[in-house]
């Protein structure tokens, strides 16, 4: 029982480090006699990138275009933790691979797949992702709300690739929403979680008696 509790604390501690990075982050970057032009330095920009400066693939998905696309973006990000949080608590080391893959994945995606987006922030697309994958586990499990989660992202993001993002989050946010960093995430959440399961399932069978 203490072991369950410590697990899922040291899940939580996660979530708190990654929503404290980007809200310093997100505070360095307000001009101030202190003022750090951290967007210009860490951002995703498709021309830095292809000049060397890699570490932006990662650190693009932790800067934010104003206050309320970092609240929505972190509480999104505590709700989903919490949603799937059964597939965590037990290795909170899971969520932290989790995370940082598909920090990755979703840079490189947009890098290769949309070279014409030239400048992205947030983590609404790493997001998506960590919503499949969850989906993806529950439908594993044996959760039928798996597939209603699973089938409701996709639809989400299958608007959004025809329509885009509704007139709202983009004066909200003050940015053009990029829909296709969703759909990166969207793919590389799924990918993650079979990829994990097809793992999980070799090296369960490894090890039987």
């Not at 650190?59 to 933790?81: E, K, P, Q, S, Y």
């Not at 890098?111 to 586990?137: E, I, N, R």
């Not at 992202?153 to 940015?175: C, D, H, M, P, R």
Request: aromatic share 14%; hydrophobic share 50%.
């Amino acid at each position: 029982m203490l072991n369950h509790k410590s697990n899922t604390v040291g899940l939580y501690h996660f979530v708190v480090v990654i929503s404290l990075i980007c809200i310093g982050l997100f505070a360095g970057d307000i001009p101030t006699p202190a003022f750090l032009p951290i967007d210009q330095y860490l951002s995703y920009q498709y021309n830095a990138i292809t000049d060397g400066q890699i570490w932006r693939l990662i650190t693009g998905n932790l800067l934010h275009t104003n206050l309320w696309h970092l609240l929505m973006n972190l509480a999104g990000f505590w709700v989903i933790v919490f949603l799937h949080e059964v597939h965590y608590k037990r290795h909170p080391g899971k969520l932290i691979l989790l995370f940082l893959s598909l920090c990755l994945l979703e840079g490189i995606g947009l890098y290769f797949f949309y070279p014409s987006l030239k400048a992205y922030v947030g983590l609404s697309g790493l997001l998506h992702g960590l919503f499949a994958f969850g989906a993806v586990m529950d439908i594993r499990k044996g959760y039928r709300s798996g597939y209603l989660l699973l089938l409701g992202v996709i639809i989400k993001v299958g608007y959004e690739q025809v329509f885009g993002a509704t007139s709202s989050i983009t004066q909200l946010i003050n940015a053009r929403v990029a829909t296709e960093s969703h759909l990166v995430g969207l793919i590389c959440g799924i990918l993650c979680a079979l990829c994990w399961s097809t793992i999980a399932h070799r090296f369960k069978y490894h090890h039987l008696p």
